[in-house]
């Protein structure tokens, strides 16, 4: 990876990392005590979201094991979040992913690496409060890597996507002229990697920052099923969307923001 695009102002806000696996019923409410207080010296902060929905490239077989409640328990999503709330784990019953956040003031990205690390530390704490407490084995049937970047084109150019992203031609001859907002969805299929189909998704949508700032977010996802079911297929899937996702970034964006963001490579 070492010929990879690099730049010095990356104009980066979030990075997300994760899996999807076979639903673990076990992991909600008062069961996750013991996990939450293994991670409370890091992520001091809990709170509760309404789950993620499955998002499956292909349809694989996600049959889960019985289960049988007299009340129906509510499925939901658990934060645990540094005290900045810059760092984030997410967790369900099938999905674990690793959030780094900009916030506001900016923190500096910590790079790829970092996160990766981060991740296996906290899939390997994962597996092994699921194994010791008798609920299973993670089986992971998705693996995804994200980035979201935020691009600074002007409260009331919104509309105006060609000012970053490359081949974009405008509506020029509209007779109502430029949009007032622009959004954008583009998929590619992603050979070589995983087990097929895998997917890389190149976003654009208006949004707010924290501050107020209006923006356009970028956001590009790789997401496929890994060709296995352990850590180790994981983390290969996730370097090599990476890849993937670093290269498209670079080619989809124009020279002109490329200097802006300090290009090294």
């Known amino acids: 990876m070492g010929d990879l695009p690099k730049f010095e102002r990356p104009p980066v806000v979030e990075v997300a990392m994760g899996v999807q696996f076979r639903p673990v019923f076990g992991l909600r409410g008062l069961a996750l005590a013991p996990l939450r207080e293994a991670w409370r010296s890091e992520y001091p902060r809990t709170e509760e979201q ?3 929905a499955p998002s499956v490239e292909g349809s694989p077989a996600l049959t889960p094991q019985f289960q049988f409640n007299l009340v129906p328990v509510p499925i939901t999503r ?3 979040l540094d005290e900045a709330g810059i760092q984030l784990v997410q967790l369900q019953q099938d999905r674990l992913l690793i959030n780094w956040r900009a916030g506001e003031p900016p923190a500096q990205y910590p790079r790829y690496r970092v996160l990766r690390q981060t991740f296996v530390d906290r899939f390997g704490e994962l597996a092994g409060f699921v194994s010791g407490e008798g609920l299973g084995e993670l089986e992971i049937t998705q693996a995804e890597l994200s980035y979201i970047n935020a691009i600074d084109v002007g409260p009331d150019e919104l509309g105006h996507i060609g000012q970053f992203l490359r081949a974009w031609s405008g ?3 509209h007779h ?3 949009p007032e907002q622009a959004r954008l969805t583009l998929s590619f299929l992603v ?3 995983g087990q097929p189909p895998v997917r890389l998704y190149a976003e654009v949508s208006p949004a707010q920052l924290e501050s107020g700032q209006r923006v356009l ?3 590009l996802t790789v997401r496929g099923h890994p060709g296995g079911k352990g850590l180790e297929e994981a983390l290969k899937f996730m370097d090599e969307a990476r890849e993937h996702l670093v290269r498209s970034f670079t080619e989809l964006t124009t020279e002109a923001t490329h200097e ?3 290009r090294l490579r």
């Open 50 to 52: 309404p789950p993620l």
């Open 217 to 219: 977010f970028f956001t």
């Open 171 to 173: 509506t020029e001859g």
């Open 191 to 193: 050979p070589g990697i």
């Open 176 to 178: 109502l002229g430029d």
């Open 78 to 80: 658990q934060w645990f």
């Open 260 to 262: 802006a963001w300090g």
